[in-house]
């Protein structure tokens, strides 16, 4: 399950991209400063709650989604995440706030520690363990925001969704579903980092179900992010029948179908987890070669998730001798 989350989250910038621009205003900063330091706390929430309603503007998000140079993003990153959390100590159960800080946190660990903690592995193993470390600690952190948002929403979720999964979920509505999805995602993603966690990994069925339940309740949330998801949760069963695989190509075509072929990641991931596991070098080069065709420019708020897409499917090219036991050079 190394790949389960990274390009997945790539693939799901929603909220960190809203968090960028908005924050990093001098007004909003110094808006900030004065609520840290003057004002009843009637006042700050308030304030709170109107910039946590800003994050959400379309014209934002579309500013930082269209961006084709991921390093300034991930640069922008730990200033907004901190600048957040900072928001959130004046309102801590400012569900836009938590809803934010959940996204940014796992986006940030998987999109950009865990990609180079996986490319570090064997030039420089301690430094990629160190990466992986992190990217462990602040997945839980974000899925932790999420499953805060989700007690704040039903009293009892976090206790519930561990002793009683099915009958804590079925009370869920559709407007739970961002917080349900990102609570899966940060779950599965700390399980991928560290598979020393045995604790997390006995909880890993509690990440699909919960990304089960968002499919039920809005399939087409975010062009159909939870079928990326589990793509890559349901190839990386290690069964002997067969099944799991058959449910990633389901729901690989139905990520396809959603996105109309216009976005990298389905193939990607589909090639790193199934075709790698399967051993098909040959269904592996199809679907990167699919995914390098896709259009960088050619939907404008999938143009930063496109271009970490493509980035990716090269590097995976490039290990196609480690990732193959019979390869040869004339493969």
Known sequence: MLYLIKLFIISSFIWAKLILVSILKIRTLGLLLFLACFGCSSIQRTAVKQIGKSLANEKTMEVIVSDDDPELVWDAMPFALKTMEVMLAQDPTNTDLLLGLASAYIQYAHGHLGTEAQKLENADYNKSMHLWKRTHKLSLRGRDYALNALESRHPGFKKGIIENTE?????????????????????????????????????????????????????????????????????????????????????FDKAVEYTKGKKAYPYVVYAETVAVKQQNLQLFNKLINEALEVDVDGVKRWRLSNTIAHEHALWLKDQIPELFIDYTEEQ
């Open 167 to 251: 009958s804590t979920l079925s009370e869920t509505t559709i407007d739970d579903v961002p917080f349900l999805y990102w609570a899966a995602v940060g779950w599965a993603g700390a399980v991928s980092a560290d598979k020393n966690d045995m604790d997390n990994i006995a909880e890993l069925p509690v990440a699909g179900a919960i990304m089960n339940r968002v499919l039920e309740l809005d399939e087409s949330y975010n062009d159909g992010a939870a079928h990326e998801f589990l793509i890559a949760y349901e190839g990386s069963r290690p069964e002997l029948s067969g099944a799991g695989d058959k449910k990633a190509k389901e729901h």
